[in-house]
């Protein structure tokens, strides 16, 4: 009985000694253990998209992640069009020349799902007005930021230090993203015809049809005025389908019509009452069309994939 006592009081002296070891290893966490929703994970975004150290920089606490369900956060008010024009997940790396400072760079990565979506947003955000930053990387900026697309991803700049070089930490990013096809050589199939006007992209029903969809449109000013060319890639089953969608809807509507077959190609003349004459050529992964002032060596010309 006495020993049973002793145990029992031994017990209670020692449980203040258990309690502070449980809490000095509750101070020495591993914080590779604790995920939080906004945290990166290698698995998501490459590690490299966001280098340590860059324009004499460096990267300032944990890469952020955001997705549809939080992307209004970052981005409020502005969320539902990058999430209707195909947003995955947002990335977020911030940028200080002192530790503990306010950020000088702010790098945000929206990956878009697929190039040419990514290319959606950077033509739109641009209002069309893209030019080439550097060789081989097209974009624009403001005053204290620059934009561009580099494969799936949509890639953001914004300095809050006027000394920093955009350009220096863009061409850092362009080659840190190895990821993914260039959606900018799609457009070596749009003829060359005359001054190129705007370069646009229609995620959803191009000129109110709804089976044309994720459209990139080029408009031309030629001679005579002024043409619209427009093209869609995608699988043969996609195209197949939008064509015979475009037949219902030319019969459906009592559109005048007719059709010509070349090769592999079929070639629709459409008498539209409100858009004038038409012209949509269709073949295996391709839809290419024009409006406009179109004459018999730009239907050639799209018969070839715009080489002359």
Do not use: C
Request: hydrophobic share 40%.
């Amino acid at each position: 009985m006495v020993q049973s006592t002793l145990y029992r009081l031994l017990l209670v002296a020692l449980l203040p000694l258990i309690a502070l070891v449980l809490y000095r290893e509750g101070q020495q966490y591993d914080p590779a253990l604790i995920s939080f929703s906004t945290t990166q994970s290698a698995d998501e975004m490459p590690g490299e998209f966001f280098p340590r150290e860059i324009e004499g920089l460096s990267r300032s606490g944990p890469v952020r992640t955001y997705t549809k369900e939080n992307l209004y956060e970052y981005v409020n008010g502005h969320a539902e069009y990058f999430i209707s024009a195909g947003f995955k997940k947002l990335v977020v790396g911030e940028y200080t020349s002192h530790p503990g400072n306010e950020p000088d760079a702010v790098i945000d990565i929206y990956d878009m799902g697929r190039s040419i979506q990514a290319f959606a947003i950077v033509t739109d955000e641009s209002r069309g007005e893209l030019h080439e930053i550097f060789p081989g990387l097209r974009g624009f900026r403001t005053p204290l930021s620059l934009s561009f697309a580099k494969g799936q991803y949509y890639i953001k700049i914004a300095a809050f230090n006027e000394s920093l070089s955009l350009e220096v930490i863009a061409r850092t990013m362009d080659a840190g993203i190895t990821e993914g096809d260039d959606p900018f050589s799609e457009f070596a199939s749009f003829p060359d015809i005359g001054e190129i006007v705007a370069t646009r992209f229609i995620k959803e029903a191009y000129r109110g049809l709804d089976f044309l969809n994720n459209v990139m449109e080029r408009e031309y000013k030629v001679k005579n005025g002024t043409v619209h060319v427009f093209l869609v890639l995608d699988d043969m089953n996609t195209i197949d389908a939008a064509v015979e969608s475009l037949v219902a809807y030319l019969k459906e509507s009592d559109i005048a019509y007719s059709e010509m077959k070349k090769g592999e190609s079929t070639m629709y003349r459409i008498d539209d009452p409100y858009e004038g004459v038409w012209f949509l050529i269709s073949s295996p992964g391709r839809i290419v069309g024009a409006l406009g002032s179109v004459n018999d060596r730009l239907i050639d010309l799209l018969y070839t994939g715009g080489e002359s």
